[in-house]
């Protein structure tokens, strides 16, 4: 039988690739806060499942809600995509509206169910500063589909995604299919922050999807260096913090992680530096 210790370690290597590889992505559009924006709206997720529970007592469980919270960051990912589209909104005013929007419904939600219960709903600290402790194989299992998914897609739409990073309107004249790009793009940082949420937490789990990329970045210019090193970093930093949690118990997982990749970034800056670059 495989241990929770395995489990975990499982999801939290596959989310690190996963997100290693879109951060690129991510640096290259200068979405940096997307991942919060998105990761948000998983709080404001998990509040409708608490005060649907007052009426429903059957929704007060993890299972529906982790539901609501995947439901509302993939809507969250497609209507950021859909107001920064043809700049009906600026990407960073459409992220930042659902990030303050989600948070404070959350939070409504949240003291709305202490008031009538006297105690913190399921998941609230979960779904702010994450818990990656004793998995299910099940979710374990929908980590690595999810990671394998994301990995295949950008493998496969590699060029025509990486045009569209460097410059959407130069890649849409020479025939990339832009508005399918932009979407897609949408609901790949859709899912891995429906895992990351359960790992790092809403709040943290920027660091997944920015850290590892501009790291890369800062040590090579060389596309395929770039991509190894990314899923390097992110691993090291997911793995790490896992570790340093199994040690200390009372240190979360999350900051762990993105402590970790702060120090890899650092230390990238510095090796930057030294070369001249």
Do not use: K
Request: proline share 4%; aromatic share 10%.
């Amino acid at each position: 039988m495989t241990s929770p210790f395995t489990l975990t370690l499982v999801a939290a290597l596959a989310l690190a690739c996963a997100c290693g590889v879109l951060s690129i992505f991510v640096v290259l559009r200068r979405w940096a806060f997307i991942g919060e924006g998105i990761g948000h709206s998983g709080l404001g997720g998990a509040g409708t499942a608490w005060l649907a529970a007052l009426a429903l007592p059957a929704l007060d469980g993890p299972g529906p809600t982790y539901a609501f919270v995947v439901v509302f960051c993939l809507l969250t990912a497609l209507a950021i995509g859909y107001l920064s589209r043809a700049q009906r909104v600026n990407e960073d005013a459409a992220i930042g509206i659902f990030l303050v929007a989600s948070l404070a419904w959350g939070f409504l939600a949240q003291q709305v169910y202490f008031q009538r219960f006297g105690r913190n709903p399921y998941g609230f600290d979960t779904y702010l500063f994450g818990q990656i402790r004793n998995f299910g194989g099940e979710f374990a299992l929908a980590s690595v589909a999810v990671s394998a998914a994301v990995l295949l897609t950008a493998a496969v739409l590699w060029r025509p995604i990486l045009a569209y990073c460097f410059d959407p309107l130069t890649a849409q004249t020479s025939g990339v299919r832009a508005g399918l790009v932009h979407y897609l793009l949408m609901l790949l940082l859709g899912l891995v922050v429906v895992i990351g949420v359960r790992v790092a937490g809403s709040v943290l789990v920027t660091a997944l999807l920015v850290l590892p990329g501009t790291t890369a970045l800062a040590l090579s210019r060389r596309m395929g260096v770039v991509v190894a090193c990314a899923i390097g970093v992110g691993v090291v930093g997911a793995g790490g913090g896992l570790l340093v949690n199994a040690r200390w118990n009372h240190v979360p997982v999350g900051p762990s992680i993105v402590l970790i990749l702060f120090a890899q970034f650092v230390a990238a800056r510095v090796i930057a530096t030294v070369r001249g670059t």
